[in-house]
């Protein structure tokens, strides 16, 4: 009987997703559209129309619009197959989240990594992987562009002094014509 409660459990967690999945392609298509302003509230018998698009996914999907496009994104993200596969596992938002914060071929690699899983943990052990080198790589970016920084403001300071030194040296050499332009012409020699 526990045998047969598991596999019921599997299949409706199953059907589920496929559910999930076939809801967040219709939530694209109505939005696109914008039909839901047409559609009449099954809340109402009198034919009045969804005031919102949060109403009209409340009552449609059974979740807020907000949640609908965080699962649209999410599928998005991963992609149709590994979205299902992720959903089977169980991830949850934050997780989508971390992907998401990853960069494109980091993403990549955690596609074909959650439709290969076993389990969620089997995910969540590569991204804490691919997390931790995208900070030490991040933290190595920001490393070499304080040093970039700082030769650059040395050479600004190196550029001011060689300006200010060529300044000075240019108004002694015009004070010395000035001053032989004025002198007497005995005086020149």
């Known amino acids: ?56 996914c409340q009552v449609a999907f059974g979740k807020s619009y907000r949640r609908m496009q965080e699962l649209a994104s999410n599928r998005n993200t991963l992609g149709q197959e590994a979205f299902e596969q992720a959903e089977r ?3 949850r938002q934050v997780d989508y989240n971390a992907i998401k914060a990853l960069p494109a071929p980091e993403q990549e690699l955690m596609r074909r990594a959650v439709e290969e899983a076993q389990s969620r943990d089997d995910v969540l052990d590569l991204l804490r992987e691919l997390a931790s ?10 490393r070499q562009l304080a040093d970039a920084q700082d030769d650059a403001h ?14 000075k040296v240019q108004q002694e050499k015009k004070k010395k014509k000035k001053r032989i332009a004025d002198a007497d012409p005995e005086d020149e020699e």
């Open 89 to 91: 596992l169980g991830l």
């Open 154 to 167: 040395a050479k600004d300071k190196l550029l001011t002094a060689k300006g200010e030194h060529l300044d």
């Open 133 to 142: 080198r995208f900070v030490k790589t991040e933290a190595e970016l920001q």
């Open 1 to 56: 009987a526990e045998g047969e409660d598991a596999g019921s459990y599997k299949a409706l967690a199953f059907v589920a997703t496929v559910a999930d999945s076939a809801a967040i392609v219709q939530f694209a298509k109505v939005k696109k559209s914008k039909s839901w302003k047409y559609l009449d509230n099954p809340k109402y018998c009198d034919g009045r129309k969804f005031e919102s698009v949060d109403e009209y």
